[in-house]
């Protein structure tokens, strides 16, 4: 077998290689919190450090009842036994779709990851395009169309995976959406992996209602969390994840437990120490995240101001640190530059004006298709100081080396347009940083 | 697909549950080394609690340089290039099982998790009984035989795992043995994964000539170790492995570079830059490996003069913490308590004498052998000050608590052979502890 490396984290490496070799690169192209981790967690790490032993493949009882808590407070009673800890949620997502049978849906465009994961575990996977109104989730009468033929051609499509608030496009599911996926969850008996680990990054939590799918059809999702995005944790790698109360629940659980306990055994346990704390949600560490919040909406909105001044069409970003524009109104102007799909206009970005994104193509969209993910999460700086100045300041886009970085794009984005010449990002700190 | 969890796992879970209930169990049924961790790597931890952006999915320069060079310390000239880092190195064996086609051979008895892999990466599992002199390598001669029939039954036998020194049987496999085998691997065709977890817990170093496959058979030989046994830091899941100098080796690192960037994304941050400086091995991390080295030697030889003082046969131990006795020479008194295998054997230690021993037949031993791991490093203590002191004694073995549980243990073994009645333990916290 041959795999390549997931794309976004080849990116990543390729961009810190070649900012290692003097290149200047505004980097949009990956999906990490680049910011600097709360003391508290550290304290929660130090503290930790005895936790030598092994302990209970699925975490022990302390970490298990936060994350209960975590999601009693979001309207998903849970008991503890129904919880897995693991190192990061992509193990988790890999052993539950090694667990369930059937093949897999996802929505087209979605996270780089589902995908491959579904052909490790020897599925077949089939796209649903987005509805028009959000990513993250397949437009309800196009997922009922794929069943349908899938079915036909003797596929058992069986799991859904869902992302709300969504990575690539930095939209959510709207409630009347998520009701009419679980009504053909159960009309069509399908499983629902709800992953929900931008869910504490919406940009306006009073003003968005958020539904996970496990509200409705409680007996057939399986909720999937983490701390890497919404704690700026991804190097640490602590995920978990909810399953049914039922007996199915509780077999499946059985499952991922026991393939955990033949892949990482355990989460490491001063990092489950850390979970504890983090799923606790103490008070300090819910007002870091509303300042975490506000910075990822700042930039993701400027962002979004940027790509649709650049002449691009693009879905307001609502919860994350992502926007997905859309350049086909730039078609004709685009060709002329060779770029006539998604791959041609990551390559152009990234060479003639120094700014990396991923294309669509990347999360399984058209291949033709003029889109591409602007991550929005690189931009806070390449120092803890620029990073806390970013995180402080009242007003981030204000602050000098985000500022420049947005002008960076800005030109860029509108060199696309034929607008203006692509002048390269002026080497400085903020562009050409390693990647801590 | 259902699965069990671990044996090993498992065992350990309900010990720490009847022990959590007030039964006192003295534990042999768990392989880790439960010890303090050394403050100079709790110093590294806290170092790198920055450390918390995703980076190169491989680990990072520092952490492949410094495994490279502990390679090359031992006989194998390494390119950072060549070496990945993982949380354990259990999640690097299922990578390379999934991503290596063909089916696997490995010794009988062997470590419990291996089989299980094999066959969550869809092979099918060949076990070929060990040597009469040491575990951990399938006997030369039964291995041709094995690999003739599985090939006349339409099978590709491709893999083999080995594993020096051994779990469960605490030998190692001499020169002349991976001789034999490197040529085996040459003429059939093999590959060969060698876990070499336990090679820093030779029991004496200076008078055990250790040879690794991969020094002999170097284009076809991928060396897996880690953290978890040789400094006493199984929870905090930390393993490399090193890819051979070939083509071949770079596209099956590549391959298992893949399948990470899908499952574990790369070692958490922390943790490797504890990895960095324990894989550097700096001269007081050497002295205490010696210390532990020489507790895990005087326990588990103290372990197999009782259980031949008990009447079974065994291997000495020459290296980690196992004992693997035979109790084939009690089978006729042994059946008169109803103990005809390995697993009536398991529950009757448990039930009867409070000793939890792990079965033979759960590393894949024959189920009728009377046959059982006893892990001995679970006797140094239940609290951080009783492991130190057994860790600090002249004489291990004359430390209170020690004495106490090999006593138990012994009182238990004699049992056995109707000897005298079985005497439970007495409450004490060294037997009676939770894991920590």
């Known amino acids: 077998m041959s795999w390549l490396i997931s794309p976004n984290l080849a990116l990543d490496e390729l961009v810190a290689q070649r900012r290692a070799a003097g290149e200047s690169i505004v980097h949009l192209g990956f999906g990490e919190s680049r910011l600097p981790v709360f003391p508290g967690l550290v304290e929660r790490l130090v503290a930790g450090a005895d936790r030598n032993a092994y302990g209970p493949v699925a975490g022990d009882?302390?970490?298990?009842?936060?994350?209960?808590?975590?999601?009693?407070?979001?309207?998903?009673?849970?008991?503890?036994?129904?919880?897995?800890?693991?190192?990061?949620?992509?193990?988790?997502?890999?052993?539950?779709?090694?667990?369930?049978?059937?093949?897999?849906?996802?929505?087209?465009?979605?996270?780089?990851?589902?995908a491959p994961q579904a052909r490790l575990a020897g599925k077949r996977v089939f796209g649903v395009p987005i509805p028009a109104e959000c990513g993250g989730v397949p437009d309800p009468d196009r997922l009922r169309e794929t069943i349908r033929q899938a079915r036909q051609q003797g596929y058992d499509?069986?799991?859904?995976?869902?992302?709300?608030?969504?990575?690539?496009?930095?939209?959510?599911?709207?409630?009347?959406?998520?009701?009419?996926?679980?009504?053909?969850?159960?009309?069509?008996?399908?499983?629902?992996?709800?992953?929900?680990?931008y869910r504490d990054l919406v940009h306006d939590p009073a003003a968005t209602p958020i539904l996970s799918p496990a509200e409705l059809a409680r007996s057939r999702t399986v909720v999937i969390t983490g701390l890497s995005k919404s704690l700026a944790l991804g190097g640490w790698r602590i995920g978990a994840a909810r399953f049914p109360d039922t007996a199915w629940g509780a077999q499946l659980r059985a499952d991922v437990t026991g393939y955990a306990s033949e892949s990482w055994s355990t989460l490491a346990g001063p990092m489950q120490e850390v979970a504890t704390y983090a799923f606790g949600e103490p008070p300090e560490l819910l007002e870091r995240l509303a300042r975490d919040r506000g910075l990822h909406r700042a930039v993701a909105r400027a962002m979004?101001?940027?790509?649709?001044?650049g002449g691009a069409e693009c879905r307001p970003p609502t919860g994350g640190f992502y926007v997905y524009p859309d350049f086909e109104p730039l078609r004709e102007t685009l060709a002329g530059k060779s770029?006539?799909?998604?791959?041609?206009?990551?390559?152009?970005?990234?060479?003639?004006?120094?700014?990396?994104?991923?294309?669509?193509?990347?999360?399984?969209?058209?291949?033709?298709?003029?889109?591409?993910?602007?991550?929005?999460?690189?931009?806070?700086?390449?120092?803890?100081?620029?990073?806390?100045?970013?995180?402080?300041?009242?007003?981030?886009?204000?602050?000098?080396?985000?500022?420049?970085?947005?002008?960076?794009?800005?030109?860029?984005?509108?060199?696309?347009?034929?607008?203006?010449?692509?002048?390269?990002?002026?080497?400085?700190?903020?562009?050409?940083?390693?990647?801590?």
């Open 61 to 114: 009882a302390a970490v298990r009842s936060a994350v209960a808590g975590y999601f009693a407070r979001r309207g998903l009673p849970t008991d503890p036994e129904h919880v897995v800890v693991a190192p990061g949620s992509k193990a988790l997502l890999l052993a539950l779709q090694a667990a369930i049978p059937g093949d897999v849906l996802v929505p087209e465009p979605c996270w780089v990851t589902y």
């Open 157 to 197: 499509p069986r799991l859904v995976v869902l992302t709300s608030p969504d990575n690539p496009t930095g939209t959510h599911a709207p409630p009347d959406v998520v009701k009419t996926l679980a009504m053909i969850a159960e009309e069509e008996d399908l499983i629902l992996l709800s992953d929900e680990i």
């Open 304 to 309: 979004y101001d940027i790509v649709i001044h």
């Open 339 to 436: 770029v006539v799909g998604g791959e041609s206009l990551q390559r152009h970005l990234l060479e003639n004006c120094g700014v990396a994104v991923l294309a669509g193509v990347h999360f399984g969209d058209d291949a033709r298709a003029l889109r591409f993910r602007a991550a929005t999460s690189m931009l806070y700086g390449a120092t803890r100081a620029e990073q806390q100045a970013a995180l402080d300041a009242p007003d981030p886009l204000a602050v000098g080396h985000v500022r420049a970085a947005l002008d960076a794009v800005e030109a860029g984005f509108a060199e696309l347009a034929g607008l203006s010449p692509c002048h390269p990002p002026p080497r400085s700190p903020a562009l050409t940083g390693t990647p801590h």
